[in-house]
């Protein structure tokens, strides 16, 4: 069965950091761009940052442009990391790790083939 499982989530003041990280089970992902979302309550699912299969190449919204950074590590199972620092009661939401069936980056929910269950992210003002 494959899986993307999500970790790392919790309460952090406002200017603090957290890392996410997600690992795949039940294949690999190396030869695919992967991507983190997140969805705040009573909001539609908004995308964060993409990567592309080798790492080369990144992409970020607008909102975690300078703060967050994507990485990906792909030497045993795939991994994937956000580290997101100066974070703001405004980030607060699940945040969700996608797998896209394409190797380039890719910035919409669609393009995205596999989920994980996502983590929760609260920043406290």
Request: net charge positive; with cysteine.
């Amino acid at each position: 069965q494959v899986q993307l499982a999500e970790s790392g989530g919790g309460l952090v003041q406002a200017g603090g950091s957290l890392r996410l990280s997600c690992t795949a089970s039940g294949r690999t992902f190396s030869d695919n761009a992967m991507g983190w979302f997140r969805q705040a309550p009573g909001k539609e699912r908004e995308f964060v940052a993409s990567i592309s299969w080798t790492g080369s190449t990144t992409t970020y919204s607008n909102s975690a442009r300078r703060r967050f950074h994507i990485s990906r590590d792909n030497a045993k199972n795939t991994q994937l990391f956000l580290q997101m620092n100066s974070l703001k009661p405004d980030d607060t939401a699940v945040y969700y790790c996608a797998a896209s069936s394409g190797r380039e980056v890719v910035v919409r929910h669609y393009e995205y083939t596999y989920w994980g269950q996502g983590t929760q992210v609260t920043v406290s003002s």
